[in-house]
């Protein structure tokens, strides 16, 4: 079974159909529509089903694990109030998926769309350096608009997924991958003025090659903050720095740089609207709920 194949068929045609959808979007403000996943899937989905959630497992795992099979069966019953022989194979396997996500936790992939929405705000004019690349998202977008992008990210394995996606949509992009550890990166050879990303929440979610963190102190001792003052030196001035990250990490890094010029909110309601294992469904106590991203700008 390809599991990613059968989680969403998506041919080659629709996935430039998206492509071409994100491309022509305008967009006005933070943007929930899944324009451009399908591009993005065609070549990612089989990667990341491979992340592990905050309870250490990954679907792919999972699928080839006999109890969780049978555990993920007996959520299926459970919560979705059907019996297993109900489905079709491909059937069951969606069933098995969304499970998953509300059982173990959701691997977001980072909208393009909320990416058009932020390099609209911030205009980049030279280019845009992302250091945790992750599932193309940023670059996407980025490709969609016709802004040089700079993706950095440890996992090798996504080389041959961005070549390829490259090729299918915009083969002459100004699209530079580095596959590597965004510590051992020297920044000073690109020329940037935005630093957008989502870097990893601490080791809530791991990646493939992801290299290991003891604690959430040598995560940012070894990774986090030293990057993030090595890209801040190297941006241009008049420039900005965006990272989409939770309040505890901003508490890191804010004393080491200038002010935050501005945050953005992006609500979670609308990126998890519903919690099917706590049987809740998000209502207007939830609406306030966001996640931000925090930006800071270069002066000349």
Do not use: C
Not at 10 to 21: G, H, N, W
Not at 130 to 143: K, V
Not at 251 to 271: D, F, G, I
């Amino acid at each position: 079974m390809e599991i990613a194949k059968d989680l969403r068929d998506i041919t080659k045609d629709r996935a430039v159909e998206s492509y071409q959808e994100l491309k022509a979007a305008s967009v006005h403000g933070p943007d929930f529509r899944q324009l451009g996943l399908k591009a993005l899937d065609y070549f990612f989905l089989h990667h990341r089903i491979k992340a592990k959630t905050r309870r250490h497992i990954s679907f792919y795992e999972a699928m080839r694990d006999k109890k969780m099979v049978g555990h993920l069966n007996e959520l299926i019953v459970k919560y979705k109030k059907k019996q297993v022989r109900d489905y079709d194979a491909v059937g069951l396997l969606k069933a098995r998926y969304q499970v998953f996500q509300l059982y173990y936790g959701t691997v977001n992939q980072f909208r393009p769309l909320i990416a058009k929405w932020v390099y609209g705000l911030l205009k980049p004019r030279i280019g845009i350096l992302d250091f945790s690349a992750g599932w193309g998202g940023r670059a996407l977008a980025a490709m969609s608009m016709g802004i040089p992008y700079v993706g950095v990210d440890a996992n090798a394995k996504l080389a041959p997924a961005y070549r390829a996606m490259i090729q299918a949509y915009e083969p002459a992009a100004d699209i530079q991958m580095i596959f590597q550890p965004s510590e051992s990166v020297d920044f000073s050879r690109f020329d940037y003025d935005l630093v957008f990303t989502s870097p990893p929440y601490f080791m809530i979610e791991e990646y493939e090659k992801m290299p290991a963190y003891a604690s959430k102190q040598n995560f940012l001792n070894t990774f986090f903050t030293p990057v993030i003052l090595k890209v801040w030196q190297h941006l241009k001035a008049g420039g900005n720095m965006a990272l989409n990250m939770p309040a505890e990490m901003y508490e890191a890094v804010k004393e080491l740089l200038p002010k935050v010029k501005r945050t953005l909110k992006l609500p979670l309601s609308n990126r998890h609207p519903t919690n099917a294992v706590k049987r809740v469904t998000l209502g207007k106590h939830n609406v306030e709920r966001h996640e931000l991203i925090y930006v800071w700008h270069k002066q000349r």
